[in-house]
């Protein structure tokens, strides 16, 4: 069994920041892409930001150049760096990551259960 646990969010002002955290545990023989997505009451889950193996990167256009996605291999565990945050910021933010149980396995998705984060104005 693979869970992932965000961890980081809380109530900011406006232009400040904050860092989500999501480590992954259980059988894991290799993760594949991870990434961050949020929801805001009333909106679709939207995605964040991705970041691959090879840590290549990927970035909702609202987000860009104020997030920033990294990943620790070894932890198992995915950061995102999020920097002059607005009001439109708030949201549950989920971890998700691409994960292979075994060498012959195949890859399942998994999310975390969420993280608040509320910026205030």
């Known amino acids: 069994q693979v869970q992932l646990v965000e961890s980081g969010g809380d109530l900011v002002q406006a232009g400040g920041s904050l860092r989500l955290s999501c480590t992954a545990s259980g059988r894991i023989y290799r993760i594949n892409v991870m990434g961050w997505y949020r929801q805001a009451p009333g909106k679709q889950r939207e995605l964040v930001a991705t970041?691959?193996?090879?840590?290549?990167?990927n970035y909702a256009d609202s987000v860009k150049g104020r997030f920033t996605i990294s990943r620790d291999n070894v932890k198992k565990t995915v950061y995102l760096q999020m920097n002059s945050l607005t009001p439109e910021d708030t949201a549950v933010y989920y971890c998700a990551a691409g994960i292979r149980s075994s060498l012959h396995g195949t890859e399942n998705n998994y999310w975390g259960q969420g993280t608040q984060v509320t910026v205030s104005s």
């Open positions: 970041i691959g193996t090879g840590d290549s990167t």
